[in-house]
């Protein structure tokens, strides 16, 4: 139990070009979803909070208009990067929390590598 | 802000026990977790203990929690090759909403 997917696992494109990573929870509903950025050899850094129905909370320094998130539903919340550029690559790494589940567990999804070019 | 840190590096030898460390600084820490990250891969929960234990045993790992001292440690009893990986601690505040994770340690196992 407590399976959280993403897609794609990978993704490469231009610069200035929009990208959309889906996260999913699999098999139970993700009241609340987080959206992590890792760059090498560091740790997860938060960038956002998100609430099924609502508005996502933006950490400090995080471009909320770059950043899109949507939470739509209580199994999938997405992240789209805007007009991309180089410094954004990253590997982006949601989780979800909530029912059905160990009470205020996060659980990770696999990850999505992200490059521009 | 809160703070969590761990060493960067452990080597061990196959068989032998690991033990990885982490100190925190949050007094109203709730849970305490330990999520395992294998390359290119995201962060599988091993295993969490509540604020108010000492001591957590499931299978292999075993977690120790000192919370007068703020510290945290997990125990990897005969630690194999896929045990490498790099490994994080993190902790939940009392108004827990978000996680605070360490650095992560690496843990390389020889054979």
């Known amino acids: 139990g407590a399976v959280v997917s993403q897609h794609p696992s990978r993704v490469i494109c231009k610069s200035g070009t929009s990208v959309k990573i889906e996260c999913r929870s699999l098999?139970?509903?993700?009241?609340?979803m987080f959206w992590y950025r890792q760059f090498p050899k560091q740790s997860l850094m938060l960038m956002a909070t998100?609430?099924?129905?609502?508005?996502?909370?933006?950490e400090q320094g995080v471009e909320k208009d770059k950043f899109l998130i949507n939470h739509a539903s209580l199994t999938l919340s997405t992240l789209t990067v805007t007009s991309a550029h180089p410094e954004d690559s990253s590997f982006y790494i949601c989780?979800?929390?909530?029912?059905?589940?160990?009470?205020?567990?996060?659980?990770f999804g696999p990850g999505t590598r992200l490059t521009v070019l | 802000g809160e703070d969590v840190e761990q060493s960067l590096f452990l080597s061990v030898r196959e068989g032998d026990s690991s033990v990885i460390n982490c100190t925190y600084t949050?007094?109203?820490?709730?849970?305490l977790y330990w999520y395992k990250q294998e390359p290119g891969a995201g962060l599988q929960l091993l295993t969490y203990?509540?604020?108010?234990?000492d001591m957590k045993q499931d299978q292999r790992l075993t977690v120790l929690l000192n919370k007068k001292d703020k510290h945290l440690s997990l125990r990897i009893a005969d630690t194999q090759t896929g045990d490498s990986a790099i490994y994080f601690c993190?902790?939940?505040?009392?108004?827990?909403?978000?996680?605070?994770f360490g650095g992560g340690t690496r843990v390389l196992v020889k054979p």
């Open positions: 989780s979800a929390r909530g029912t059905g589940v160990l009470t205020d567990t996060q659980y």
């Open positions: 203990i509540f604020s108010n234990m």
């Open positions: 998100s609430n099924e129905g609502s508005k996502a909370t933006y």
């Open positions: 993190a902790e939940m505040g009392a108004a827990g909403n978000k996680l605070t």
């Open positions: 098999d139970f509903q993700a009241t609340t």
């Open positions: 949050d007094s109203s820490s709730t849970y």
